[in-house]
């Protein structure tokens, strides 16, 4: 089933599993604020039924990072221009960066598991929307790289927090600081990427990988899930009674007693 299918997005919907391509492969699937409202678009209109999401991207690049026409005086047409959001009040300028964000932040949602498919370059925004799924199988050709900070801007599409999260503190600050290039080898062993595998694999491992999140019960899934993410934040006696009030829900919920 067919969701969605334009401004570089297409979104495909077959039983549990959604599928989100980027298809500007002619631009690297460089992105553009129309981009981002279908990416958003494409988080509200998933069917309940989809447990797991698959992000991928057409060509040799996942994301070569946002549509330089940005950075010139006229912008893109009819969608951003840097001149025109400088000129901007805070209010204003903050409004519209919360706009572009919203492309960035249903990926965690706790009802599904999300994937990212990354081959090639994955620069800047690119390497945000790659830190905005759960989960990052990647080609040995991958190359992760955060060029804001070199432009005089900073990260600001989410891709912080995931981030600092992955990798700590202080190889966050090296990595965005210097804009280095992340290859597949050293992402995998930092824990940005789950798996590496060759190119001509990339789909099918991320096929694979979504085949086995389905195996497991739905609602223990996103129980779980929700546990992990609290994990990062709660201390340890708290955690442990997230933990316990889930698993009185799933023996509940097994034994037939649920809500």
Not at 21 to 45: F, S
Not at 97 to 109: L, V
Not at 169 to 182: F, H, K, N
Not at 190 to 197: D, E, P, R, T, Y
Request: proline share 3%; with cysteine; aromatic share 4%.
């Amino acid at each position: 089933m067919s969701l969605l299918d334009r401004d570089g997005v297409r979104v495909t919907v077959h039983e549990a599993v959604a599928t989100v391509t980027l298809v500007h492969a002619d631009k690297r699937n460089a992105q553009t604020p129309a981009m981002w409202r279908a990416l958003a678009e494409a988080g509200r209109g998933l069917p309940g039924d989809v447990r797991v999401v698959v992000l991928r991207a057409e060509g040799v690049s996942f994301s070569a990072g946002l549509d330089r026409r940005a950075f010139t005086p006229e912008g893109i047409e009819g969608q951003l221009s840097f001149a025109a959001l400088a000129r901007s009040s805070d209010a204003e300028a903050t409004a519209a960066i919360a706009g572009f964000q919203e492309a960035f932040t249903w990926w965690r949602r706790t009802d599904l598991v999300s994937i990212a498919a990354v081959q090639g370059h994955a620069i800047g925004a690119g390497f945000q929307l790659a830190l905005a799924c759960d989960l990052r199988v990647c080609a040995e050709d991958v190359q992760f790289a955060m060029r804001e900070t070199a432009l005089g801007l900073v990260p600001d599409l989410g891709g912080t927090h995931p981030l600092v999260a992955l990798v700590g503190y202080a190889r966050a600050l090296e990595i965005c600081g210097t804009g280095r290039t992340v290859h597949a080898a050293e992402a995998e062993r930092i824990g940005l990427a789950n798996l590496v595998v060759p190119a001509a694999d990339l789909a099918a491992a991320a096929d694979d990988l979504a085949a086995a999140l389905l195996a497991a019960p739905r609602n223990a899934l996103i129980e779980t899930k929700a546990l992990l993410r609290a994990a990062t934040t709660h201390g340890y006696d708290e955690q442990r009674a997230l933990e316990r009030a889930a698993q009185a829900r799933r023996v509940k919920d097994l034994a037939g007693l649920g809500e």
